[in-house]
């Protein structure tokens, strides 16, 4: 098993490579990795102990982000490195305040030795999920602690199948798990693993702490004027094509597109299906005169924007529900806005607790879209139970930290 996981790798950076030649994220993912430790080189001192956080992209840097802020708030003095395997998540993080940062080598033996050398962690920390089969040997080898944060665990993943011995014996190099669920905790008890406790999803502290204070937007302000605002998140073609009907059929309403993809033959496709009264962003922020009519829907051309967006609405629409998942819900969530998305969302725990309390909606076809959308802007009671949700269910990131500092920081 484990040849065919080095086969794996290789043969997936080669279709990478492949695909670099013609797709601008694949070729990011390269040339992002290009003298990578010469880069670290130039950044890192081997002889300064660091605390290494790694995310996948930039949804588990949000997640993580509260321990990593509040661990430098505690300890000013400890340096961090912070690595992404996604460009999503190191392209709009690369210059993180806090954090030397960098790709993450493919995973092999000679990167996993040479890298772990080369910032010389003394814990790591890695967000939810990947699992790298030599970074982890190569940690624990070194008895330096591993730590998976804001976990979860599905009996369908191959470390709870008959053949998951070689993935059950990568997570047998994490010092702790804190999981987000009692699923997850069962289902590592039930392969020996019982370095676990449930200690619930760090994402919630990030996002609650995101609607105590979130940064003001002029421009928004003056783009949605007194209208009741309907913000559509992450979104991407099969969702925008359900939400297109919407501005026409309710023009009281102001609407704000926020694409998961941005480059430019996706914007031109929103435009085209939101064709009436439509303005890009970049187009309203750099023009100095009032455009003749009004705009009614709003298309943000950029990525990071989106978790103060929320802020601005009376209900959202989390895009990705059509395709592999859906994104976000809780930044919406946590802001007091009921939530609609697609029906693929079974794989997050936080969209059917918002669906059993009334506070969200899967939706599969343009009328039941309508319906829905009807009811939550009607009900008054909805935005509390959404953010109550949120509020109730934050404390993680303090209880991860107490164990981890407890037990390895001086």
Known sequence: MKLLYIIGIRAYTLLIRIFSLFNPKA???????????SLIEQKINPAEKHIWFHFASLGEFEQGRPVLEKLKTLYPDKKIVVTFFSP?????????????????????????????????PEMAIFTKYEFWHFYFKELSAREIPLYLISGIFRENQAFFKWYGGFYRDILKSVTYFFVQNEESKNLLRSIGINNVTINGDTRFDRVYENAQAPKQLAI?????????????????????????????????WKFIIAPHEIHESHIESIEKQFSVNSVRFSVLSSSTQTPNAKPQTLIVDNIGMLSSLYQYGKVAFIGGGFGTGIHN????????????????????????DLIAIG????????????????????????????RKYVADKKGATDQIISMITKADLP
């Not at 879209?369 to 909805?382: G, H, P, R, W, Y």
Request: charge should be negative.
């Open 27 to 37: 070729k990011l993912f390269i040339n992002g990795r290009r003298n990578i430790y």
């Open 220 to 252: 928004i302000e003056s783009f949605i004027g007194n209208s009741p605002t309907f913000v559509c998140g992450s979104t991407w073609p099969e969702d925008e094509k359900i939400l297109s009907v919407l501005p026409e059929k309710y023009p009281d």
């Open 329 to 352: 819900t809780l930044e919406a969530a946590a802001f007091g806005l009921p939530v609609i998305f697609g029906p693929k969302y079974d794989k997050f725990q936080e969209a059917k």
């Open 359 to 386: 506070a969200a909606k899967s939706v599969n076809s343009t009328d039941e879209l309508i319906n829905t959308f009807e009811s939550f802007a009607k009900d008054k009671n909805v935005a509390e139970l959404a």
């Open 88 to 120: 999503s998540g190191y392209e709009i993080r690369k210059n993180y305040a806090l954090a030397d940062v960098f790709y993450l080598p493919v995973d092999s033996a000679a990167n996993a030795k040479r890298f772990i050398i080369s910032i010389n």
